[in-house]
């Protein structure tokens, strides 16, 4: 099992930064990639950066060079930092984690990002 608690979400400014963070507990050992996702209204869930247990990440083109995931070595805390906030990146932000092995996903609760002009 596996916990997950996101903290840092707030209302920003466009052009502002803001930095998330999803703090992970239980069997941290267990997970071979972490990420975050985000449900905007209207919109699908998208997958918006993953890190996995290598080190190698991945972002969607929308957030490249704006947005940045980072983990410590026992997966306790995976950070996203966002820079360069643009109206379009209000949404819901999930922390998730997926096991090594074949297993369920694991979920926070989510933490609302607003950005506003």
């Known amino acids: 099992q596996v916990q997950l608690v996101e903290s840092g979400g707030g209302l920003v400014q466009a052009g502002g930064s803001l930095r998330l963070s999803c703090a992970a507990s239980g069997s941290t050992a267990s997970i071979g990639r972490m990420g975050w996702y985000r449900q905007a209204p209207g919109k699908q869930r998208e997958l918006v950066a993953t890190?996995?247990?290598?080190?190698?990440?991945n972002y969607i083109d929308s957030v490249k060079g704006r947005f940045s995931i980072s983990r410590d070595n026992a997966w306790s805390a995976v950070d996203l930092s966002m820079n360069s906030l643009k109206l379009e990146d209000t949404a819901v932000y999930y922390c998730?984690?997926?096991?090594?092995?074949?297993?369920?996903?694991?979920w926070g609760q989510g933490t609302q990002v607003t950005v506003s002009s």
């Open positions: 998730y984690a997926h096991p090594l092995w074949v297993g369920q996903d694991y």
């Open positions: 890190i996995a247990n290598d080190g190698r990440t």
